[in-house]
């Protein structure tokens, strides 16, 4: 007779990423570096040739990886302060920041 394996209990969440700002004008300030560096490394590639994509993973510092990870920083510097999460018994919601 073959007896199943005792399940591992799940393992806690991990602490969700933080890809916000401290202000608004700083986040987009980035995003104009970040995105400034992609579009200058490919438009500069008939100019200074391959090197110039070298500037490209410069954009990822800035975007503080991809950018995708820099619309959510985005919504979450926005967000920033307005609403709060909170997690009871495993379920989580989003909810109005009381104020302070």
């Known amino acids: 007779m073959v007896t ?5 209990p799940v393992a806690p969440v991990a602490a969700e990423r933080n ?5 608004v004008p700083r986040h ?5 570096i970040g995105f400034g560096l992609i579009i200058g490394s490919i438009a500069l590639v008939p100019v200074l ?17 991809c950018p995708t990870c820099w ?5 979450q510097t926005i967000s920033r302060g307005r ?6 018994d495993g379920v989580c919601t989003l909810t109005k920041a009381h104020p302070s």
């Not at 987009?28 to 104009?32: H, I, K, T, W, Y």
């Open 4 to 8: 199943a394996a005792p399940v591992p």
């Open 19 to 23: 890809f916000a700002s401290a202000s």
């Open 28 to 32: 987009l300030a980035r995003g104009a």
């Open 49 to 65: 040739g391959p090197a110039s994509l070298l500037a490209a993973p410069l954009a990822l510092v800035a975007f503080r990886g």
């Open 71 to 75: 619309l959510v920083g985005l919504a």
């Open 83 to 88: 609403l709060e999460r909170q997690c009871t």
